[in-house]
């Protein structure tokens, strides 16, 4: 049972490059949702998702979009990284109407 | 505005003792809340909550206690032990508004427990 799966780990950038962050489920959950954690901060709502087809903006959704087309894939895209976007991601899931989020492991992101 | 606030950020405890860790609330609206333990280069993972019908939940050697009225929770852990080292996140939630889940997360407390 794998649970949430993020990838990459690790991920260099430069200013001004996209890239994209996935993440899947095998729990067939209906919520899913993008962190990031800096020193201080805690955890902060980045996008979240009810369930296909549904995203939202969470706390601090500038610079970021998201996609939801099937229940299990939540891919978290950077249009043009900053460094302020460097810090560690993570993306959860719950079944809707509890919350008790599985978090990935995290994907650790250095804007250059 | 930080409406969750874990006010230390590290405590270290010797084995066998109790750890205390405290959360502050300010959004009265939040009805549910919940413990979350973070080991290095790991996602966090749940580890109890409460309901605000409540004031205690225990389980094992956790415990969390809520005073609603003080807006303020606690996670006790009896007796402490070194695999208990990690960080600490409080969250809160509205569960009762119909809305989508959003947990609304402390900035974290780091226990180090002592051999």
């Known amino acids: 049972n794998a649970g949430v799966t993020q990838t990459p780990k690790f991920q260099v950038l430069k200013t001004g490059q996209s890239m994209t962050l996935q993440c899947a489920q095998d729990?067939?959950?209906?919520?899913m949702s993008w962190y990031r954690q800096d020193p201080g901060m805690g955890l902060r709502l980045i996008h979240y998702s009810v369930g296909a087809g549904i995203t939202d903006q969470g706390e601090v959704p500038n610079g970021y979009n998201v996609s939801r087309s099937t229940t299990e894939d939540f891919p978290l895209r950077l249009l043009s990284a900053a460094p302020s976007q460097t810090s560690v991601y993570f993306c959860?899931?719950?079944?809707?109407?509890?919350?008790?989020?599985?978090f990935g492991e995290g994907s650790r992101l250095t804007v250059l | 505005d930080q409406q969750v606030k874990q006010n230390s950020p590290s405590l270290s405890v010797q084995e066998g003792r109790i750890s205390i860790l405290n959360c502050d609330y300010t959004?009265?609206?939040?009805?549910?809340f919940l413990w979350y333990k973070k080991y290095p280069a790991e996602g966090p993972t749940f580890l109890i909550s409460i309901s605000s019908i409540k004031d205690k939940n225990e389980d094992g050697r956790f415990t969390v206690f809520l005073n609603k009225s003080a807006k303020h929770l606690s996670l006790h852990i009896v007796p402490s032990q070194p695999g208990d080292s990690a960080v600490y996140f409080c969250?809160?939630?509205?569960?009762?508004?119909?809305?989508?889940?959003?947990?609304?997360f402390g900035s974290g407390t780091q226990l180090t427990v002592l051999p």
């Open positions: 959860a899931s719950s079944y809707y109407g509890t919350g008790e989020l599985f």
């Open positions: 959004n009265s609206m939040f009805d549910y």
């Open positions: 729990m067939n959950h209906e919520y």
């Open positions: 969250a809160a939630i509205h569960i009762s508004s119909g809305s989508a889940r959003q947990l609304t």
